[in-house]
């Protein structure tokens, strides 16, 4: 059970160039891994299609369930960059231009003669938004209410996260304690279930390696917020494996 | 707008270990890639923890949206591999024992002398269920109605799929033509829309590449169902290139 000061998210990645398998993406797996040092509980990812109304949807679902939801992709300048307009129907928002985006474009790019010109279309928001600094290109993020709109270029969101993170709630950090042990996962599954039922706030996970090149055995982990506990499930485990002449690497 | 003879697709990726950042998901990447092969669309990809009712809520949404759901995690033998229970209770069927899968493991591990070993918990199913043959291990996955069950080990899981390719509807396939352009994306945006305007039923993707080292421009997409629609709206954009003095390269 997940203690109730611990803040939750959830992430909305968007975009078509991931569906179709052409991009591979890597902006949940960093955020994941950012979130989880922050104490903060991922909770679910949603992957989606640059669509309208799928990212409403998506939207409305997780930012009613968790403490935030981050969303990355679809906030450049081209047509097929809808994600400002989805977020503003979402927060029922209308969408303004913001003048100090507006005006840090005008001061980099000269050459904007224009309100049309396509780089401004980066300076409309939702009303009421709050920027995001981008540490690489001009174009900001932004924040309405608990959720965090951040591009889709991983080098630019992740200046955007970092940029963010210290507004962020902290939670309580997980303690975890991991090893490996060459036998087949099957082979503990019994002691593991025991030690699972008598340690229920410690979440065990036990995950089988099986690929060819590596070596075949199975990673334990054992985590929760009390030290104390997870470190007395697991040395039961170490201690059983030890008795059971099972070889074990601690991670 | 999709064709209505396009299947359509979701994954259901389970796994603790992928939400708090510890492992990167391989499988949906694969999957995403192999179902364009097919024809099949993919619509969206959650990535949920090893919560039964979290797996129950996601499968029911999913399975009554599209074509096919596809999931991925926790069919091995330990406590925390609950898919199998929450697939049956999602489909509010019983789980049985598999007659044909208890004799295959019976038959590899001869050591095997009761019914609670841990091995045979892979041969528990929810009822009815169709087997998805495994080509590595002992253990395989399995299909109720439009939801594929398979294995969370990237090795596995893609032997499952090879295995069941054969008995999913094919979909026609996508037409794509790519090209980047040596040029801020911001600066072929109003053309890229007008294209877009004209042709609807083309998709047009626009993908800014940032990283440091790589080259900065931007990656075209151009898909469709209508090869020659997808091609003279490509050949529009290529002919303002060369009128614009824009560097592109197809890819």
Not at 101 to 106: D, L, Q, R, Y
Not at 187 to 214: C, F, M
Not at 228 to 240: D, R
């Amino acid at each position: 059970m997940l203690p109730k000061t611990v803040p939750t998210a959830a992430l909305l990645i968007i975009g078509n160039e991931i569906l179709s398998g052409q991009t591979q993406d890597q902006n949940a797996h960093f955020l994941a891994q950012r979130l989880a040092v922050q104490g903060i509980s991922l909770r679910e990812y949603r992957t989606i299609p640059d669509d309208e109304e799928a990212i409403i949807e998506a939207l409305n679902a997780l930012r009613q369930k968790y403490t935030y939801v981050f969303t990355t992709g679809g906030i450049g300048p081209t047509h097929d960059d809808i994600t400002v307009r989805a977020v503003a129907r979402a927060f029922n928002r209308k969408i303004e231009r913001n003048p100090k985006v507006e005006a840090a474009f005008i001061s980099v790019y000269p050459d904007i003669n224009s309100k049309d010109d396509p780089r401004l279309r980066m300076a409309d928001m939702p009303e009421g938004a709050a920027l995001i600094a981008n540490s690489i290109s001009t174009a900001p993020g932004f924040q309405v209410e608990n959720v965090f709109v951040l591009a889709g270029v991983p080098d630019i969101m992740q200046g955007m996260f970092n940029n963010l993170v210290p507004q962020l709630q902290k939670g309580p950090l997980l303690f975890t304690r991991i090893v490996f042990c060459k036998i087949f996962e099957s082979r503990i599954a019994i002691k593991l279930e025991s030690i699972q039922n008598a340690y229920p706030d410690v979440e065990i996970g036990s995950y089988p390696s099986w690929k060819q090149e590596e070596e075949q055995g199975v990673k334990l982990v054992f985590k929760g917020f009390n030290a104390g506990e997870v470190e007395k499930a697991f040395e039961e485990l170490i201690k059983y494996a030890h008795e059971s002449a099972i070889s074990t690497r601690t991670l």
